[in-house]
Every structure is written in C-alpha cells, then in structure tokens.
C-alpha cells in the first residue's frame, strides 16, 4: 500500500515538472478517500487567495514571459486598495513596473489629464518664480493684463496714479526698479514671503502630480504618494497666507507673529492628522475637503482685521476682490471633488476626460494664480507705503 501512494506521489510530481509553470499563490492539496478496502485519490489544485497576485508575484510572471503586458483594468478588476471611484470605471494602471509607469506620462489612461493639469500648473510657477529672480524681467509685466482691469476699477481711478500697480505709466515704462528686484538698501522691499509663496504652490503642484502618477504602482506607494498629495495642499494653504499677512500687518508685528504662527500650527497639526493611512480613502473624501477649507477660509480673520486698519485704501480693497474670488474658486473645486460630479451622473463617460478630479486640478491652479495677483497688488501698496 505505502509503495503504491509513494509511487502515485511521484507520478503526480513529475506530471507537474512537466506543466506550465504553476501560478504563485497555489497550493497542490493530495486528498485520500478510503471506501471500505479501495484506495481512491485525486489531486486538487486550489488558490489560497482569491485576491490577484501581488505586484511583486506579477512582476516575476511578466519578467517569465519576457515581456510586460501594459494593460488598463476595469474597476471591478481592481485591488481594493485602488478602488478609489467607483464612477470611473475603466483605463485603470494597476501595479506597473516604475519604467512603464514613468512612460504612461505620454499615454492615455484615466490618470493622464490628473498629472498633466497640475504638472502644467508647476511650470507655470517654476516660470513665475524664474522671472522673479531674473533681473531683466519683471513678473508685473507678465502679470499686468491678467489683473490690469481690476485694477481699473473706478475705487483704483480715483487714487493717485502712484497708487496703482499697473497703471499705465507704470506697465508702460516701469522708471523704478521693480517690487522683486529693489535695491538692497534700507528701504527695500523684503521679497522672501513672495518666495514662500511661490515655493508651497509649486511643492503642491509637483506633489499631486507625481502621486497621481505612482501611486498605481503598490499599496505602499498608495499610501504614501496620497499622504505626500495631502501634506502638499496643507503645505500650500500655509505658504499662501504669509505674504499678505506679512506685508498687511508690517505695522503690526505682534498681530503678524500671532497670524503666522497660528496658520503654521494648524498646518502640522493638519499634515500629522492625514498621516493616518486610513484618511487616505475615498470614505474621508469629505473630511478632507472639510479639513482644507477650514484652513483656508481661517484667512478670514486676519482679512477682516486688515479691512479694519486699511479700509481707506483702494488697493486692499482691489486685493481683498482677488483673494474673495480665489476663496471662490476653491469652494467650487471642493465640491466637485466630493460630490464627484459629472462622473455620478453617467459612470464610465468621463474615464479620460472631464471627471471631477480634473475639474477640480484646473480650478486650484486657476485660484493659486488669482491669489498671485493679489499678493501681488499688496506687495506694491506696501512699497508706495515705505517711499
């Protein structure tokens, strides 16, 4: 009897050398049924985990077949960790090597446009700040008539020509040295939280963009490409408030201090709360949208406060406008990144282009170059302050 399943055992052995390649994850069970004196015996292959194979399973298989099948998965298809909106339901990347990913930047999938609106809204900055620091340019210029006719209004006419940022005399001839690049004297004007600005948009903006371009590629990834996405929007609503705050309240140091170090404590404190991997998804999509609107619209206080000390002065009033329409812009994002609109209406019409998360990217770069050309007419009301 022994030599008889030994020799059984082996059969079966050796038919499986012989086999395809068995998939990872499988387990051979040998099943021993005795009916009275007969001896019966099957095989039984089984999977010991209905989930798909894990990435790193995945990749021995492709590296196997000596070649990588670049698919896009329905959303049904997908591992739990990934499915994220069920409105989108196809072109999903799932777990692709990093050099693929890498190239899926210049291909179609439901991620594509999520990249490039904030990649393009990176560069934009990237440029901004470059003419910042260049000394033959002048970001006024470039500027001018994206804000010159809010700047016309008839509260601006009614200032001295001196007053405004872009009158004509000015964008025309420019006869001083611009805001960004006064002379190092005693009454220059300190441009570093215009830099600060610049820098917590420009980090948002490149760390959206990278996570929703990695964070297919494991669970490991998810979790910390969404969390890095989540620090960078805290980042940017912190970095946004120093600039006006600081040259508002130039007046008033204990005020700027008490703002400032207010905003900044809010921010760690929001940075270290969506650490938590399981604010990471798509149940707390409210919570977080909840939780940076809360930060932004804390700006209030301070802008109520520097509405009080400056009512007399048109350019406030004309920055306090862009800053009103920036906070606008940003409501309009947060809702349709929680309601998740127009996807909901007809799921799978908007996989590649047009869903809410795109919307959403378009409108925070639209606000962040609003709140640009704020900061902007503020940093200029200030220097006519100090000459």
């Known amino acids: 009897m022994r030599e008889y399943i030994h020799s059984y055992i082996s059969g079966i052995a050796g038919e499986e050398s012989n086999s395809d390649e068995i998939s990872p994850g499988k387990r051979v069970n040998i099943e021993f049924l005795f009916s009275g004196e007969e001896l019966k015996m099957k095989k039984r292959s089984t999977r010991s985990d209905s989930r798909p194979p894990a990435n790193g399973d995945r990749l021995k298989l492709d590296k196997k077949k000596g070649k990588f099948e670049k698919k896009l998965l329905k959303y049904e298809d997908l591992p739990e960790y990934l499915k994220d909106n069920e409105f989108i339901r196809d072109y999903y990347r799932c777990e692709w090597p990093l050099k693929q990913i890498v190239l899926s930047l210049f291909s179609l999938h439901n991620e594509t446009l999520n990249v490039w609106t904030h990649l393009l809204g990176f560069i934009i900055f990237v440029g901004l700040t470059v003419m910042s620091l260049t000394e033959k340019k002048t970001l006024e210029n470039v500027m001018a008539s994206f804000v010159g006719e809010g700047m016309n209004m008839k509260t601006m006419n009614q200032s001295n020509s001196s007053d405004s940022l872009f009158s004509k005399s000015y964008v025309g001839h420019i006869p001083k040295p611009s805001i960004l690049h006064a002379n190092a004297d005693s009454n220059s004007l300190p441009t ?25 590629h494991s669970e490991r990834f998810y979790l910390f490409f969404w969390r890095l996405d989540y620090a960078g929007i805290s980042l940017m609503i912190v970095c946004s408030f120093f600039a006006p705050i600081y040259y508002t309240f130039s007046n008033h140091p204990h005020w700027r201090l008490a703002y400032l170090s207010s905003i900044t404590l809010v921010g760690i404190l929001a940075i270290i709360t969506l650490l938590a991997p399981a604010l990471s998804s798509g149940r707390f999509r409210g919570f977080r949208a ?98």
């Not at 610049?198 to 980090?203: D, I, K, Q």
């Not at 948002?204 to 990278?210: A, G, K, Q, R, T």
């Open 192 to 216: 570093w939280p215009w830099f600060v600005f610049l820098g917590g948009a420009m980090n948002c903006l490149i760390f959206s963009s990278i996570s929703h371009l990695f964070a297919c």
């Open 290 to 387: 909840a939780l940076f609107l809360s930060m932004g619209f804390s700006g209030v206080i301070p802008a109520a406060h520097a509405l009080i000390l400056h009512w007399d002065h048109p350019q406030i009033l004309g920055a306090l406008g862009y800053e009103i329409a920036m906070g606008l812009l940003y409501a309009v994002g947060a809702v349709f990144y929680v309601t998740r609109i127009p996807e909901r209406w007809k799921p799978g019409t908007f996989d590649i282009v047009g869903h809410s998360h795109q919307i959403f990217h378009i409108l925070v770069v639209a606000a962040a170059l609003t709140h640009c050309a704020a900061t902007l007419v503020i940093m200029e009301w200030h220097r006519n302050l100090r000459t």
